[in-house]
């Protein structure tokens, strides 16, 4: 937990994402580099490496905080799909990234790149818009 990017960095979480608000048993954050546009991430309130560790009501509430990101982002950005990836080689803090994805987008039909190359990147005010989308569709 010393080095964990969700509990003790901060200052490299606030690099890589906004924080948007906290959801039932995870906290809600809108990743900044956006060639995926709507790209979230929802991690654990608690430090916890591996879903298998969650009792069935917090497993279930987890699935549940996933399952209201992913409606909320279907509603605010129309994706034809929403792609889920639990990744959690280098960083052990349960978090779930939260995908969408256009038809004629960038990485259609394959799973997502974790780090584009080039970055896209939104004004302030486009990520206040999209962060605004989301939370009103949750």
């Known amino acids: 937990m010393e080095n964990c990017l969700y509990c003790k960095n901060k200052q490299k979480l606030d690099s890589l994402m906004i924080p948007i608000c906290d959801l039932g048993v995870t906290k ?5 580099e956006q060639t995926y546009y709507g790209r979230c991430v929802i991690a654990y309130k608690e430090h916890n490496v591996d879903f298998t560790e969650l009792d069935d009501e917090q ?3 987890f699935i549940k905080d996933m399952q209201r990101v992913g409606r909320a982002i279907m509603k605010a950005v129309n994706p034809a799909k929403v792609n889920y ?5 280098t960083l052990a803090h349960l978090h779930v990234h939260i995908v ?16 584009v190359n080039p970055p896209k990147y939104l004004s302030d005010d486009e990520y206040k818009d999209i962060i605004n989308k989301i939370k009103e569709n949750l």
């Open 28 to 32: 809600l954050f809108l990743f900044r």
């Open 59 to 61: 497993s279930a509430l």
């Open 85 to 89: 990836g639990m990744y959690s080689d």
């Open 100 to 115: 969408p994805k256009q038809k004629d987008g960038y990485g259609f039909g394959g799973t997502f790149e974790m780090n």
